[in-house]
């Protein structure tokens, strides 16, 4: 064999040879791409979130949904998680809510939130979505916006915060318009010093707030804004107290004992 036939068998191998590996490497049309398909979790709402108000009483407990149900059931038991049962139970009416109130589509019956001092009415364990620790709990107020700062005094410790009256003047100091108001603020003076006093022995200092607006700032950042001539808790309020960290709770300017036994509970 001369060397022109060697180097011709020679090539011809190495051409065999590459043609092999072409047909081995896969095409892009060839391979396979691992697909993973994300499956999202469908969001699993609780029951307790749909709830706008709840009451229970030995009668039974009503529900009042946020969507404007009404469920309920007489003699229901409100042991373990009753909420999530309650929610089984018949729709059996519609609601209409107002600040302070609620009034029954069907039946014209107006179920109300708070007393005449701002506390509130026994049974209500969820008011406006917000679960009710304390019976003197603000859940109820007005909170204007774009407010001028200069309008606004802001408390961020624990406080017992006693609104001023608005001063007046008059042109006849003996009139009984003016007679009245004196006699009002001699009031507000004496029950005022004597509230100041029973929370100092419990060592609560007292914030005098001259302004209209109170702005109430948390721990956590989070703020929130009062009108103090505006009802709060369906009245107009005199004082209030804040403890740092919690929802602020009405206090009566003269309190009665279950009053004080409720702060002392609300300060632990």
């Given at each position: 064999m001369n060397l022109k036939s060697t180097f011709l068998i020679i090539i011809s191998i190495i051409s065999l040879s590459c043609k092999k590996e072409e047909k081995e490497i896969p095409t892009k049309k060839s391979v396979k791409k691992d697909t993973l398909v994300v499956q999202e979790k469908p969001i699993i709402e609780s029951p307790r979130d749909q709830v706008q108000h709840l009451f229970s009483a030995n009668g039974g407990s009503v529900l009042y949904l946020k969507n404007g149900e009404i469920k309920g059931q007489a003699?229901?038991?409100?042991?373990?998680?009753?909420?999530?049962?309650?929610m089984k139970t018949k729709t059996y009416g519609n609601y209409i809510e107002h600040d302070d109130y609620v009034i029954g589509k069907q039946s014209g019956d107006t179920t109300f939130f708070f007393n005449e001092l701002g506390r509130i009415d026994e049974g209500w364990n969820i008011l406006k979505g917000i679960s009710i620790e304390n019976p003197m709990q603000i859940v109820s107020y007005t909170s204007p916006k774009n407010l001028n700062p200069k309008d606004i005094e802001t408390v961020s410790e624990t406080r017992l915060i006693i609104f001023e009256p608005e001063t007046k003047t008059f042109k006849d100091e003996n009139?009984?318009?003016?007679?009245?108001?004196?006699?009002?603020?001699?009031?507000?003076?004496f029950y005022s010093a004597e509230l100041n006093q029973s929370f100092e022995k419990m060592g609560i200092k007292t914030y005098y707030l001259k302004k209209r607006y109170l702005s109430i700032k948390f721990s956590n950042q989070k703020e929130i804004i009062i009108d103090t001539k505006s009802k709060i808790n369906g009245n107009l309020m005199?004082?209030?107290?804040f403890k740092k960290g919690k929802m602020p709770i009405v206090v009566p300017?003269?309190?009665?004992?279950?009053?004080?036994?409720?702060?002392k509970a609300y300060l632990q």
């Open positions: 003699r229901f038991d409100t042991d373990g998680d009753f909420i999530t049962e309650l009139s009984p318009e003016a007679d009245a108001y004196f006699t009002a603020m001699d009031d507000w003076n005199q004082a209030l107290l300017l003269i309190p009665l004992e279950e009053d004080l036994n409720e702060v």
